[in-house]
């Protein structure tokens, strides 16, 4: 079957290099009872040996294309079931139908923020996530406070999942190769509260703002919500910028934002 022709519009970058793909499956390590999903799988690059460890695989594929052609290039194997569908508007949660899924990809740049939050909405029933990403996703994905790549991910991401930055993947791995280097990530979904669940929303409000203007100070850039007594009250040092604030102490912003609301 003829390679296809990557798609601009889908950010479509297939991974080729067979050392980096096998070593992608030796970090996940799928067994035969495990329910795995993988997200966009082009070619079936990463398919095709995900497919020889697992008793059921299935994937989510946008491009018509490529769904219609996947189960043909493969070799029709059993187990494999293929959505033709975008990922970010599939309910991960019926789809799991009771089960704990592990999810995987080498996710299209462009869509890759958006759709980690539309799977921590889902994070109850996913056990973990390894995904191929643009490297400085990855680095604002793991980032600690204080340090330049710490924001708004970060904040989010600490809050629902841990990170670990697995790998860094080379532009030369892929067909066409990316102008960036790429970094594969393991997040392990964090169980959350219905405390935490239901300020969620006031806390992402919260670190939307005080990043959008994170050169300012808390005093600054969040004095619409609160005055520098009320930021002591909740332990918080009004001349900090955000990017020392921890995740925790955007949760104290968020809750009281929230009471206040209430």
Known sequence: MKPHRPRKRFGQHFLQDLQVLDRIVAVIAPRPDQDLVEIGPGEGALTARLIERCDRLEVIELDRDLAASLDARLGEPPGLTIHQADALAVDFTALARGRTLRVVGNLPYNISTPLLFHLF???AVIGDMHFLLQKEVVDRLVAAPGS????????MTGLRASASLLFEVPPGAFRPPPKVDSAVVRLVPLPAGEKLLDALPMIDQVVRQAFSQRRKTLRNSLRQWFDEPGLKKLEIDPGLRPESLTPDAFVRLGQ???RRAA
Do not use: D, I
């Open 256 to 258: 009281e934002l929230g």
């Open 148 to 155: 330049k790549q710490y924001g708004r991910l970060s904040v």
């Open 121 to 123: 909405e889902h994070s």
